[in-house]
């Protein structure tokens, strides 16, 4: 059993940054996928990025690539989401979500467990 607890969201103007972190309970994070996604009001959930168990490969949506970084630090048990050059139509609730697979992990459906998401608005 893994839980997930999600935290730095917020508002931020058109162009700021913001940083969330996800921080897992558990002893085996270290062997999760781990991943990012979004979903905003009357929109379905989508994926934005994912990293693997190591830290050594990471897949961006287009929609984010250049502007966010995600990165995980084991021995804190927490992944991170660095989003730079926000647009109004990055705001969304942010999950984070672990996956006991390998691979490219986008679907929300291969995912095993869920954070219950940060708020992040952007404005004009």
């Known amino acids: 059993q893994v839980q997930l607890v999600e935290s730095g969201g917020g508002l931020v103007q058109a162009g700021g940054s913001l940083r969330l972190s996800c921080t897992a309970s558990?002893?085996?994070?270290?062997?999760?996928?781990m991943g990012w996604f979004r979903q905003a009001p009357g929109k379905e959930r989508e994926f934005v990025t994912v990293?693997?168990?190591?830290?050594?490969?990471?897949y961006y949506a287009d929609s984010v690539k250049g502007r966010f970084t995600i990165s995980r630090d084991n021995a804190k048990n927490t992944v991170y989401l660095q989003m730079n050059s926000l647009k109004p139509e990055d705001t969304a609730v942010y999950y984070c979500?672990?996956?006991?697979?390998?691979?490219?992990?986008?679907?929300?459906?291969?995912?095993?467990?869920w954070g219950q998401g940060t708020q992040v608005t952007v404005s004009p």
């Open positions: 979500a672990a996956a006991w697979r390998f691979g490219i992990v986008t679907m929300p459906a291969e995912y095993d467990y």
């Open positions: 558990g002893r085996t994070f270290s062997s999760y996928t």
């Open positions: 990293i693997s168990w190591s830290g050594g490969y990471t």
